[in-house]
């Protein structure tokens, strides 16, 4: 955020010390919420749109446009997959969740073998959902806020092909 830069400056103008003026700062930041209420959520969607895109900078950016164009196709395949498979997985409980008992019982078989791997998924998927928020609502959404969160996505990637995985074999040998 630009204001950070202008904080030495804003110090020495308005005589507040640091904590006086990051309460100002707040207090100002909040008001302009109340007052401009949509504003405010076209800003987060915009930091929402900047938040997924690829973090780089100039040492890895891949100075051949080729390079950049494959690496950002790699990644926006990753961001794809996670989000299909959290949808997959997520939803696909929620609906059994409302599956009548008797249905539920034959399912929870299937899902047995995976049921350790589910909180450690949801775990990750807290953690991201988590960062993405405070990073769009709070600060711009600046996909560098994002890169510590980039391991728990390809986490809860390989939780997701487990699961897709048990719950494949495990109706493939009920069939049989």
């Not at 204001?3 to 309460?23: A, C, F, N, Q, Y």
């Not at 959404?141 to 728990?152: E, W």
Request: net charge positive; aromatic share 14%; hydrophobic share 50%.
């Amino acid at each position: 955020m630009s204001v950070w830069r202008t904080i030495p400056d804003l110090e020495k103008l308005t005589g507040l010390s640091r904590v006086e003026l990051s309460k100002y700062m707040l207090r100002l930041n909040l008001l302009l919420i109340r007052e401009a209420p949509l504003e405010y959520i076209v800003e987060v969607t915009r930091s929402l749109s900047t938040y997924w895109l690829p973090a780089t900078t100039d040492v890895s950016n891949f100075h051949p446009r080729i390079m950049q164009t494959l690496w950002a196709m790699v990644h926006f395949a990753v961001v794809a997959l996670f989000f299909f498979v959290t949808l997959l997985i997520s939803g696909f409980l929620l609906i059994v969740r409302w599956f009548p008992l008797e249905m539920k019982n034959r399912i929870s078989v299937f899902l047995e073998p995976c049921r350790h791997v589910l909180p450690p998924f949801f775990i990750s998927i807290s953690i991201i959902a988590y960062t993405m928020a405070v990073s769009t609502m709070v600060e711009v959404g600046s996909p560098r806020y994002r890169t510590p969160t980039d391991l728990l996505m390809f986490f809860a990637l390989a939780i997701g092909a487990y699961f897709v995985t048990q719950i494949g074999s495990r109706s493939k040998r009920n069939e049989a």
